[in-house]
């Protein structure tokens, strides 16, 4: 089966710096999802990348699918107590299914 | 459009007792999941579906059932809980190969 191994697990930043949260994947991924929790709250759909070495980029954060297409990386620039929350990577294992990483917790600081 | 809403929020069950998770979408979505939420694991997909009448297993399936009798509504029913169950549910939907829209999820303590 597919797994998705995050890292790290918890961030903690202050505001104005730059972060990167890492998804790697055990196999290939053919669908790359990000998604952003608030606690107590359901997922939001941040992007999704399917291509080796495709970028995407909206308002402050860009993700990352390398070229082998196993890792992916989330960047949020100049960081904001609005970007706090659990950011989850999920990968498309056939038939629309998602399998989720554990998830990385972000703490800004201002 | 509301999205995708789940009823109840929260619930409180005891070890033994069954209780109907309900999921509606207004977005005209072919498929829905149920996915359960445990601290440290992320989300791990229960049961889903691909259209009206139809559902499938997911990951971790066992102690669940579910129901889509009609294309907007997603039924996941637990017969007999147990505090295994414990867990933040979530419901979502989907057009085919396109992003999941998540619920607000439903707190579930089995004691």
């Known amino acids: 089966s597919q797994e998705l191994e995050q890292s790290p697990q918890s961030l903690i930043v202050q505001e104005g710096k730059n972060l990167t949260i890492n998804c790697t994947s055990s196999?290939?991924?053919?669908?790359l999802y990000w998604y952003k929790q608030k606690y107590g709250e359901g997922l939001i759909f941040l992007m999704m990348?399917?291509?080796?070495?495709e970028e995407k980029s909206h308002e402050k954060i860009t993700a990352k699918l390398d070229e082998k297409k196993q890792q992916s990386s989330l960047h949020i620039t100049a960081s904001q107590p609005s970007h706090a929350g659990i950011y989850l990577c999920g990968a498309d294992i056939g038939g629309n299914k998602l399998v989720f990483g554990a998830g990385t917790i972000l703490r800004v600081k201002s | 459009n509301a999205g995708v809403t789940q009823t109840p929020k929260f619930r409180v069950l005891k070890t033994g007792q069954s209780m109907t998770l309900l999921c509606a979408q207004d977005?005209?979505?072919?498929?829905m999941y149920w996915y359960r939420q445990d601290p440290g694991m992320g989300l791990r997909l229960i049961h889903y579906?691909?259209?009206?009448?139809?559902?499938a297993k997911g990951e971790v399936p066992d102690g669940y059932n579910v129901s889509r009798l009609k294309k907007q509504n997603f039924l996941l029913g637990l017969e007999s809980a147990a505090p295994s169950q414990t867990s933040v549910y979530f419901c979502?939907?989907?057009?085919?190969?396109?992003?999941?829209?998540f619920g607000p999820g439903t707190r579930l303590t089995v004691t």
């Open positions: 990348l399917q291509k080796g070495g």
């Open positions: 579906s691909v259209g009206e009448g139809t559902t």
């Open positions: 977005m005209n979505h072919e498929y």
């Open positions: 979502a939907s989907s057009y085919p190969h396109d992003e999941q829209y």
């Open positions: 196999k290939t991924l053919y669908g």
